[in-house]
């Protein structure tokens, strides 16, 4: 997988000239973690000597660990889809589509899962990691719901929190759950229409 | 959590005197994952031992290790449910309910979340207890799926693998990735009748 370094979610956070900086930083861990050294061994301290740079310089940039992990794995992923705006039904495919290119980047990407695994076990960064990239997610996904209850799209009287979980539930099941399942390209827009229509056949 | 070590699911297989020795060895392995010792160290002979039976009577009655940490996973879960049979709808609310049962002791019991976070990092033992326990509980939705379609319950035109995913996608998504989840009483019965009724405003 490309990694882009100089990613999403950190424009205008650095100035031009510490960018450089920066990327050596993110591709010291990622050095670290293709070496095969666990997450839990990788200290600022080992970080920093691989990047060539000071423990200072690391720490103006990031107030530990987790922080840093957390935008490695930011920038490991894509990032976040525009949303056309168009339609709940539209964007809703969208925002599971990036779900499902996620899942692919995952079976495909060892680094990749290899760091999830591993975060897994550490709550410090799952936290972290929930709080930046997941709850956003979450809190887009539920916009774009209460805009389609406005337009009449989606049900009024529908628990937003259900509506939530049958739009990204089968997504994650297939993409978080069952290695396996199949991930085809009409995926997303097959579960949003599905989702929509329901299973009992029409009157 | 109550552990029944007679429990289901082996009925027929033992000899009434045998259950005893089962029940030993099947305590000795629990007692043993209890006082913290990873799966991964749990050898035949170490489980002998603390059953206080010999190598040989464990291997007369389980091939290796996999079939009896399945077994343990198998008796410290509930019963797979009885379907009252009479539609769709109620049986698919069962087969929820017992998911939903699952992921409170998963969140209640220690024991149990530790065996199956372990489990996952050991492939034998979670393509063992995938086989034994989870092909055949899909096998089961899948029936009663099919005889939706029968019975006129289902859309005729629905992608089977896809109700089933609407049907357990949003209850896998809140017992097992989101461990916060409300697990309200009437959740599995609100996920049937909403993946029926779908999300769109009625005409």
Known sequence: M?????????????????????????????KLIEEGVPLTELS????????????????????GKEELFVEVLRIMEDPEPELPGNSMREDLIVLLEHL????????????????????KSLPRLWDAYHATVIEPRRRVMFDVLR???????????????????????????????RPDAPLADDLSERIVDCALAGLRPPD
Chains 1, 2 share one sequence.
């Open 2 to 30: 490309a990694v882009d370094v100089v990613g999403a979610g950190r424009a205008g956070r650095g100035r031009p000239r510490s960018e450089a900086v920066e990327r050596a930083i993110v591709e010291g861990v990622l």
């Open 44 to 63: 600022i301290e080992r970080i920093a000597r691989t990047a060539g740079v000071g423990k200072a310089t690391i720490y103006r940039r990031w107030s």
């Open 100 to 119: 499902r290119r996620r899942g692919l980047s995952l079976r495909s990407s060892a680094l990749l899962h290899n760091v999830f695994a591993q975060m």
């Open 147 to 177: 805009r389609g209850v406005e337009n009449g799209e989606l049900r009024p009287d529908v628990d937003l929190e259900l509506a939530n979980d049958f739009i990204v539930g089968p997504m994650l099941l297939r993409t978080m759950i």
